[in-house]
C-alpha cells in the first residue's frame, strides 16, 4: 500500500518538474524585454515568474530524489524477502551405472554330451 503512494507521488513529480522546466523562460528571454516583450510576465508579479517556477521545480526536484530513494528502499526489501525463501535442496541424480563388458556376452549353457552321441540331430518324423 505504501509503495503504491510512493509510486504515484514519484510519477507526479516527475511530470511536473518537466512541465515546470518546460514553462520556464531560458536565459536569453530577458533580452526581449529590451525590445518591448517584458509585458507578459506581469501575471506572476513584478520579479516575474522566473522565482515562483524556480521554487517549485525545486521542491518537486526534492520529493522526486526521496520517492526515489524509497523506491530503491521497498526493491531492496523485495529482493531479500525473495532470498530468503527456502529452495528445496535438489535431488540426488543417480548416474547409471555400467556392467562390466563381461556381463553382456551370452554365455552358453554347458550341455552334458554323451560319447556314443552323433553330431545329428533326432530325425523328423515324415507324414
Known amino acids: ?3 503504491t ?15 515546470l522546466v518546460l514553462l520556464q523562460q531560458g536565459k536569453g528571454a530577458d533580452a526581449g524585454a529590451s525590445f518591448g ?11 516575474g ?6 521554487k517549485f521545480t525545486a521542491i518537486l526536484a526534492a520529493g522526486f530524489f ?3 530513494l524509497g523506491l530503491g528502499y ?5 529482493a531479500h524477502q525473495l532470498t530468503q525463501v527456502g529452495l528445496p535442496a535438489p535431488a540426488a541424480v543417480e548416474a547409471p551405472t555400467q556392467k562390466p563388458a563381461t556381463d553382456d556376452v551370452p554365455v552358453l549353457q554347458e550341455q552334458k554330451t554323451d ?5 545329428v540331430p533326432p530325425a523328423q518324423e515324415q507324414k
Not at 115 to 119: E, Y
Open 5 to 19: 503512494v510512493v509510486v504515484v507521488f514519484h510519477l507526479l513529480a516527475a511530470l511536473g518538474v518537466v512541465a
Open 74 to 78: 521497498f526493491a531492496k526489501e523485495k
Open 37 to 47: 516583450a517584458g509585458a507578459s510576465n506581469t501575471v506572476f508579479g513584478s520579479q
Open 66 to 68: 526521496i520517492t526515489s
Open 115 to 119: 560319447v556314443n552321441a552323433t553330431d
Open 49 to 54: 515568474s522566473s522565482t515562483f517556477l524556480s
Open 1 to 3: 500500500m505504501l509503495e
